[in-house]
């Protein structure tokens, strides 16, 4: 499985990354905190 980082998704959304990381925090997107930082899983799950 792929992972993006929140100013990758936020690029690719045309948003800013701080919300993208508030929509991580409150659980509007799918996301994995590794530390202080937060992780986008993409692509096909099975895989």
Do not use: S
């Not at 929509?23 to 692509?43: F, H, L, S």
Request: proline share 9%; aromatic share 6%; charged share 30%.
């Amino acid at each position: 499985m792929e992972y993006k980082t929140p100013a990758e998704i936020a690029e690719e959304m045309k948003l800013n990354p701080e919300t993208v990381r508030r929509m991580c925090k409150r659980g509007d997107m799918y996301a994995i905190k590794c530390g202080n930082q937060w992780r986008i899983p993409v692509g096909n799950p099975d895989q």
